[in-house]
């Protein structure tokens, strides 16, 4: 079951003014996203070297972050901090670990 539009505009910040159909595709987005991150989860997929962060990736989730609402977007650094460190996580792969909980939550 995915999130209505109606409860995605409740988390991002009252200043985006995105269409309905970018929000949609925001969405569908972060649900890649999270199924990526829960598939690699459920495999145990151990991250190895950490990749190389590039600006364009770290962009990418920042772009994301800023439609989010200031509650919402410091819960999901905080998350992604957190399994960073305690779960030893690539920082890109702690974002998406985070996205995913946030979404299911």
């Known amino acids: 079951m995915m999130l209505s539009l109606q409860h995605c505009r409740k988390l991002v910040s009252p200043e985006c003014d995105v269409s309905d159909e970018e929000l949609a595709a925001v969405r569908e987005e972060l649900y890649c996203v999270a199924s990526l991150a829960i598939d690699m989860w459920q495999k145990g997929v151990k991250s190895s070297p950490k990749p190389v962060r590039t600006n364009k990736t770290r962009n990418g ?3 994301a ?10 819960e999901i650094e905080e998350r992604a901090a957190i399994a960073e460190y305690d779960g030893n996580l690539a920082r890109d792969e702690a974002e998406r670990a985070a996205i ?3 979404l299911e939550g």
């Not at 972050?65 to 410091?74: G, H, K, Q, V, W």
């Open 100 to 102: 995913a909980m946030t």
């Open 65 to 74: 972050l800023r439609l989010l609402a200031d509650d919402t977007r410091a």
């Open 61 to 63: 989730f920042g772009k």
